[in-house]
């Protein structure tokens, strides 16, 4: 089945700092999407991004289907961005990466 | 409802105990998922319905572990004789999507309801 890597395991940022966080599919997928989880467990959706660039306010995604992968940008990073980021992809069914812990300190 | 909502959202059972979880997915959506997570880990996937046909429980753990869907809309996720081992969050997600034959549609963004929070003793 399809593996899914997500790179940094770990960030501790700054209030105001900007990060980036990937994900890598081992083949090619349909569907994908980034999730926060927030400290409640909560799965927020972020993005459905099977291709191509959004963005939403601070955030903003790119995916290269054709390389296997997705970026996850952060701009001017808040406390309340704190927590576990999740890719995930697949068919009909979603595999998710192990997500990266961000914590954003004022 | 504006979402998708579980119940309970924490079960507390003794080993051996049979445990029952209600997802209510969004309205109108075709697409049912049930999701299992592991404390620090990320969500895996357990079985997938469209309407009330169970299209796929290849990450169901056991036999222990059965879904339903009789009317295409409310799901229950049923483990019986609990384990230790499942104690865990259990996660339903619905989508809009449906499958066609011969392939996949796209376009299949899941929305996740807040999960049960399962503990066995």
């Known amino acids: 089945g399809i593996q899914v890597e997500q790179s940094p395991p770990d960030l501790i940022l700054q209030e105001g700092a900007n990060s980036t966080l990937r994900c890598n599919f081992s083949?090619?997928?349909?569907?994908l999407q980034w999730f926060h989880q927030n400290p409640w467990g909560q799965l927020i959706n972020l993005f459905y991004?099977?291709?191509g660039t959004k963005q939403n306010g601070r955030l903003s995604a790119t995916t290269v289907a054709t390389e296997r992968y997705s970026l996850l940008y952060i701009s001017s990073s808040q406390t309340t961005d704190s927590g576990v980021y999740f890719c995930?992809?697949?068919?009909?069914?979603?595999?998710f990466g192990p997500g990266t812990r961000l914590s954003v300190l004022p | 409802g504006a979402g998708v909502s579980q119940s309970p959202r924490y079960k507390v059972a003794k080993r051996g105990q049979d445990v029952a979880l209600r997802c209510d997915p969004i309205?109108?959506?075709?697409?049912l998922f049930w999701y299992q997570q592991a404390l620090g880990q990320g969500p895996e996937f357990l079985t997938y319905?469209?309407?009330?046909?169970?299209?796929?429980k290849s990450g169901l753990p056991s036999d222990r572990f059965f879904a339903e869907r009789p009317e295409g809309s409310v799901s229950t996720l049923k483990i019986q004789r609990t384990q230790q081992e499942d104690s865990a969050v259990y996660l339903c997600?619905?989508?809009?999507?449906?499958?066609?034959?011969?392939?996949?549609?796209?376009?299949?963004?899941?929305?996740f309801g807040p999960g049960t929070r399962l503990t066995v003793l």
């Open positions: 997600a619905s989508s809009r999507t449906t499958s066609l034959a011969g392939g996949l549609r796209a376009g299949n963004e899941q929305f």
């Open positions: 083949d090619s997928v349909n569907n």
């Open positions: 991004i099977p291709s």
């Open positions: 995930a992809g697949g068919g009909q069914n979603f595999v």
């Open positions: 309205s109108g959506h075709v697409s």
């Open positions: 319905f469209q309407n009330e046909a169970q299209l796929d």
